[in-house]
């Protein structure tokens, strides 16, 4: 009888560490899915980024470049308005 209660004991120690095992790997795969969201979410920020960097630096142009011509006294007439006053309205 104790070595049909050591087997027993052996096969359930078996079954708890491929539990356990089973675990950790549905676990890591979890943490690598959450990794990767993560991931594409910091991509989506920095594109989203770039695309503010790159509208500032066109409407700093034509703002520059309309204070150049108002400086020069050649200032657009209210009927064709400069790119900067579009993007504005």
Same mark, same amino acid.
């Given at each position: ?5 050591? +087997? +027993? ?18 676990? *890591?795969?979890? *943490? ?36 150049? +011509? ?15 006053? +579009?993007?504005?309205?």
């Amino acid at each position: 009888m104790i070595r049909f209660e050591q +087997a +027993a004991a052996v096969v359930a120690l078996a079954d708890l560490i491929a539990k356990v095992r089973n675990d950790d790997v549905e676990r *890591h795969n979890e *943490h690598a899915t959450a990794i990767e969201q993560l991931s594409q979410g910091q991509m989506k920020i920095a594109q989203f980024t770039d695309g503010l960097a790159t509208q500032y630096g066109q409407l700093f142009k034509a703002l520059s470049n309309r204070l150049d +011509a108002v400086e020069k006294g050649g200032a657009r007439s209210e009927r064709q308005p400069a790119p900067v006053d +579009a993007a504005f309205n």
